[in-house]
């Protein structure tokens, strides 16, 4: 593996490819071919995988200097899903995305977040081995940092629960309701450690939720202090706003194979604590008409 940008410059200033390793990732067994082909002319040693499984498993097992991958695939995984996959085994590999949707802005800019670039489908083959001489030359960042999104989350617990209680301070149904910022945000430490023990176990997304002291004690509490139900619900709903805003954040440091999961994990286990908190808050409730 090159160590050093300096390396990769020098080994790829010249007009052709000669043994560059390249993987071609495309369902479009035409289009594998014709690149391939072509590539192979240029003095390329050319990879094809038909679909991102067959793409994981190269990547394993050998080094590339070029990913040339389509965004969109059938089946499980997506173009993002080997890229990550690259950065974590050859952080020093180019990543060089094909899509067919450039309008898409919000989208296109995730990828690049990933991706070293964008090339747009169709394009002509000329233009494609221009922009890959041109991206080698450049050569990659230094070595790309990926975090889980566990990770991330505890490191920035803090400025998640300031953002939450700057989202709560502008919300005057919620304020009505005095309180001081401690009553306000002392459930919130143990919900984030319980969020970070789901994230980190092999607990399956949507079965039975793990019972929470802290969640039901703060329903009751909210009771207490004269929440309405409505308002448990809301001050739940920016909880979940500040957390994935802090995660956007840090989108570049994110594997992009892992995220869905972890996203729908995260919503999942503050959908449980907001479950139990309710259940609690109702008992409380009944328990004060009774």
């Known amino acids: 593996m090159k160590s050093s940008r300096l390396v990769r410059t020098e080994q790829f200033e010249g007009k052709r490819l000669k043994s560059t390793r390249i993987l071609l990732v495309d369902d479009d067994a035409s289009l594998r071919s014709t690149l391939s082909e072509i590539l192979k002319l240029e003095g390329c040693d050319v990879t094809t995988a038909a679909d991102v499984p067959e793409a994981l498993r190269y990547i394993t097992a050998n080094e590339y200097d070029v990913l040339l991958s389509d965004l969109h695939m059938p089946g499980a995984g997506d173009g993002l899903t080997v890229v990550s996959a690259m950065r974590h085994s050859n952080p020093r590999a180019v990543t060089l995305i094909l899509s ?32 890959i001489k041109e991206r080698l030359r450049l050569g990659v960042p230094d070595v790309r940092t990926v975090e889980s999104v566990a990770d991330i989350l505890e490191r920035t617990i803090h400025s998640t629960i300031a953002d939450w209680f700057a989202f709560v301070e502008a919300e005057e149904k919620l304020m009505a309701v005095t309180m001081t910022r401690e009553e306000r945000v002392c459930h919130l430490p143990q919900l984030f450690i319980e969020l970070l023990q789901r994230l980190r176990s092999s607990k399956a997304i949507g079965s039975k939720e793990i019972v929470s002291t802290s969640a039901q004690n703060h329903g009751i509490n909210r009771r207490r202090q004269g929440y309405s139900a409505a308002m448990l619900v809301e001050e739940s709903r920016m909880l979940q706003v500040s957390v994935f805003s ?17 996203v729908m994990t995260i919503a999942d286990e503050i959908d449980s604590q907001l479950s139990q908190a309710m259940t609690s808050y109702v008992a409380e409730s009944v328990g004060k008409i009774a």
Do not use: W, Y
Not at 114 to 120: E, G, K, P, Y
Not at 246 to 262: E, K, W
């Open 100 to 131: 067919a949707f450039p309008e898409m802005d919000a989208a296109s800019h995730a990828i690049m977040l990933q991706a070293d670039q964008i090339l747009v489908k169709p394009m002509d083959v000329p233009s494609l081995v221009v922009a």
């Open 246 to 262: 802090r995660l956007q954040q840090n989108l570049t440091l994110i594997d992009f194979g892992i995220v869905l999961a972890d």
